[in-house]
């Protein structure tokens, strides 16, 4: 049994072992281990966020660092009991939320009195460019009022006989006028209210998004943590060696551009699926108008409509042919990993029998040069006993010596044929006598 982290791994039995053909190892997630790992991750935003904050102070903080490290000793002192770490762990955890905590209330209160103080500065500007409105506003009516007066005057002395209610368009037109520019007030108040209204649910919207921004990124960096843990925690089942830090690297490069290319693929279908409903509330609403559109047009319609239904079933199977793509390349690298262990496993006996045979090599080598300073000593030796003889230097003497020798032998066999001649003359004889 093996404990790291906050997982526990335990080896399965033999006869598990035995019935798949490998080691086999359990892994399990302590109890209470989630709580922890986010209790770490944000005492180290709180520490980092205390450095920066004590960095920035100066001196001021040296009480705290120098706790810190008092910290860490008591936390290096291995005469402590797990329980009394833990406990240490703790403490320490909540006094870095807690001036964590303490930081951020300062900083939201820093941002609502900036906020405040650029909110007077806007109703100040706004009061001000109120009252230049309100001028420029009296400084047109009164030229309205001139241009109006004028006017009346004109068409006082085109028309010198007017009835005695000819005032009353001119004050129905005054009154019209007014109505006409209170709407105006009442319609300008009325959009900067809905302007108001919407930028602060803008504001709502922006400052949810952003806590969940920050919350997906926290979860998806703990869980990328977790991961790389995890893999670096890793045994391989036949060797019993860990993963690579490299490897683990590698993998997590490849499934950022997978997430990268995922989110692409996402935003493309959500797109088209946007078009599509378009087009779809587009088809109804000439749907409903199918009285007034020509049977060209309908037709037209559902040529299109089949067309982007065409598009959509391409882009599916192109997505389909993409993961069905990435499941190849993955047993494909499975294969050629497996591939390159048994080829390094091949090399390596290869190079064992290369350096016997470099070895055996090496001695055959050394033989040679012996024979061969032999074979030179042999051949010294013999020119040598060929330099002593007195005729080696001269082609007439040896052809003298072969003739001499040849007549020596022919006179040897003319010897022995004149002795058994002799012989059988000498029996002769010796007959001869004795008869």
Do not use: W
């Not at 009394?84 to 609502?112: D, G, P, S, Y």
């Not at 109006?148 to 085109?158: F, G, I, M």
């Amino acid at each position: 049994q093996h404990r790291a982290g906050s997982y526990e791994t335990l080896q399965m039995p033999d006869a598990v072992n035995r019935t798949y053909k490998a080691t086999i190892y359990l892994c399990t997630k302590r109890e209470g281990a989630g709580g922890s790992f986010a209790a770490n991750v944000a005492a180290r935003a709180a520490a980092e966020a205390a450095a920066s904050i004590e960095q920035e102070m100066g001196g001021a903080g040296g009480s705290a660092m120098g706790d810190g490290f008092d910290m860490e000793d008591e936390l290096l002192d291995t005469s402590l009991s797990p329980e009394q770490i833990r406990e240490l762990e703790e403490q320490r955890a909540a006094e870095a939320r807690e001036r964590a905590m303490e930081q951020e209330a300062e900083t939201a209160e820093i941002m609502r009195a900036q906020y405040s103080a650029s909110l007077r500065n806007k109703l100040k500007q706004a009061e001000e460019r109120r009252e230049e409105v309100s001028t420029k506003n009296s400084e047109l009516q009164r030229k309205i009022v001139t241009i109006l007066a004028s006017q009346k005057r004109v068409n006082d002395t085109n028309t010198p006989k007017v009835d005695k209610d000819a005032d009353v368009p001119n004050h129905e037109s005054e009154k019209q006028y007014s109505d006409t520019l209170n709407s105006i007030l009442d319609a300008h108040s009325k959009f900067k209210y809905m302007c108001a209204e919407f930028d602060r649910v803008a504001m709502d919207l922006q400052k949810r998004l952003d806590d969940k921004e920050a919350k997906a990124s926290d979860i998806a960096e703990s869980f990328s943590e977790f991961k790389a843990e995890i893999a670096l925690q890793a045994e391989h089942s036949r060797t019993g060696k860990p993963i690579a830090k490299r490897t683990v690297q590698m993998f997590q490069e490849q499934e950022g551009l997978k997430d990268q290319e995922a989110v692409k693929v996402r935003l493309r279908n959500i797109n088209l699926r946007m078009i599509l409903r378009k087009l779809e509330l587009s088809l109804r609403a000439k749907e409903q108008l199918a009285e007034g559109l020509h049977l060209i047009d309908f037709e037209q319609l559902k040529i299109e409509n089949q067309t982007l239904n065409e598009k959509i079933e391409e882009r599916n199977e192109e997505l389909h042919k993409l993961r069905k793509k990435n499941t190849s390349n993955v047993q494909v690298l499975t294969h050629i990993k497996e591939k390159l262990q048994f080829v390094s496993a091949e090399n390596s006996i290869t190079r064992d029998s290369l350096a016997s045979l470099d070895s055996e090599l090496s001695k055959e080598r050394d033989l040679l040069t012996k024979a061969k300073r032999e074979k030179e000593a042999l051949r010294a030796e013999n020119a040598a006993l060929k330099q002593k003889q007195g005729f080696t230097n001269s082609d007439l003497l040896v052809v003298d010596f072969e003739s001499r020798k040849q007549e020596l032998i022919s006179m040897r066999e003319k010897i022995a044929d004149l002795k058994q001649r002799y012989s059988l003359l000498a029996s002769v004889v010796e007959r001869a006598d004795g008869e």
